[in-house]
């Protein structure tokens, strides 16, 4: 089974593609993630893919392609994979399912998690991220019991893309792009479309529903 999770920067995209991944026994692609790992190491694209980050746009999909296909061929034998942050624009969505079909898969749903763009702004620019251990709070919703640190001790920043410029540019190009996977997905049947102003059990137990329904 082959799912994407989509949804704007703060829906709770990657929160709910790590409980489904783990429920369902699935790999979890987080792009940003890894993106954000390279653009961290010594590889020779590190800088561009950083400068392209920071800025909000979108990486090439050569660079994506290389990024996933390594992720795909070290796990073709597992249950398949729930995507996180791609597809992001047509030739993305075409690409993966190449890919997934070199080991007779093929993308089986698309759950898009809906949120208001003002939602977006208030979310992530009350997020802040362990400088040591990349773990994830919010300010507002899931501060950290010791302050401006984490709980491993480590400072806590707010990420270069989260502030209020790159969130209105991340936000633009989201739109722009994902629209069209979203009518391809619509195309092809697979489109679920679910509400993600709600506690994140309720939605998980939403995406539960649709998955289990695959199987059965
Ligand atoms: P995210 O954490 O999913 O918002 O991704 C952070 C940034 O990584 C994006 O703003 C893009 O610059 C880059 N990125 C992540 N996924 C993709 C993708 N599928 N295609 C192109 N760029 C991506």
Redesign the pocket.
Known sequence: MNIVILGP?GSGK?TQAKLTADKFNLIHI????L??EIADSNDPLSEE?KK??N???????S??EKVISSKLRDNHSGNGFVF??????RA?YDKINELLSLSHGKLDKVIVINISEDETLRRLSSRRTCEECGKVYNVITNPSPKGEFCECGGKLVQRE?DKPE?IRK?LQ?YNEHTSKVISMAKKDGILYVIDGERPIGEIFAEITVILEKIDG
């Open positions: 920067q990657g987080e792009t940003g993630k993106l954000r893919i392209i980050m800025e909000g746009r979108l990486v090439s999909d660079i994506l996180d942050g791609t597809p992001r624009n993305q893309d790159s991340r190009t």
